[in-house]
Structures are given as C-alpha cells and as structure tokens.
C-alpha cells in the first residue's frame, strides 16, 4: 500500500512559476527498484492526462510534449517526496493536478502515459493560471 499526498497548488499569473510536491508513505523506493511516480492533470469536461513521470531508482523521467522545456519534475529520495516545477504557466495549464504511485511500474512512455497502469493515486491539488 502507498499512500500519496500532494501540495503546492494555487493560483498563478501567465508567465508566473509554481512548485508542485508530493510525499509518498507505505511500500515506496525502499523496498521495489520499480518504484514510479508521475504528475497527471485533469481540467473540468477533459479526460486525465498525462504530465511527467520519474522513476526512483535512477531518476529516469518521461514529460509530455505539453510541458517539455517549462516543467521539471525531480525527486528527493531522502524525503520520499516528488516535485513538479512549472514554469511559463499558461492558461492551458489550468487543471486539477494528480500524483500518481506504483511500486511495480513498467518505465516505458506507452505504458507510463495511460492512468488505468498507476495504482495509488492522490486527492489533487488546483493550479490555475490567470490570463
């Protein structure tokens, strides 16, 4: 079981940056090297999508097309906490945004970028971007 929480969420003006953050609680990095998190955002009447992904054991990642260039998303082992920094905000980057966890998670992009191959799943944080 692995229990995610996000934080960071709020509202931010065009061309402004936030920082995303979610901790990570139960069967984490320390015990599967298949250990994965991602970001996933969901804004009101669209389907959950995908943000960025980073695998524990050796910081691999995967970002959308969308987000390359502007978000970064990173890990601090030591604090079993995943950030997702955005900048360059834009009014399309208005969503709820979503944390995702799996301990067992195939790292490769078709798998990573569907919703239905990550187990644990956080409440979301809102980010909304004023024009």
């Known amino acids: 079981q692995v229990h995610v929480v996000e934080s960071g969420g709020g509202l931010v003006q065009a061309g402004g940056s936030l920082r995303l953050s979610c901790t990570a609680s139960g069967r984490t990095s320390s015990t599967s090297g298949d250990f994965a998190m991602a970001w996933f955002r969901q804004a009101p009447g669209k389907e959950r999508e995908f943000v960025a992904a980073?695998?524990?054991?050796?910081?691999?990642?995967h970002y959308a097309d969308s987000v390359k260039g502007r978000f970064t998303i990173s890990r601090d082992g030591a604090k079993n906490t995943m950030y997702l920094q955005m900048s360059i905000l834009n009014a399309n980057d208005t969503a709820a945004y979503y944390c995702?966890?799996?301990?067992?998670?195939?790292?490769?992009?078709?798998?990573?970028?569907?919703?239905?191959?990550?187990?644990?799943w956080g409440q979301g944080t809102q980010v909304t971007v004023s024009s």
């Open positions: 995702a966890a799996d301990p067992a998670q195939l790292f490769v992009w078709t798998v990573v970028v569907r919703p239905g191959t990550w187990e644990y």
């Open positions: 980073i695998k524990w054991i050796d910081s691999s990642r």
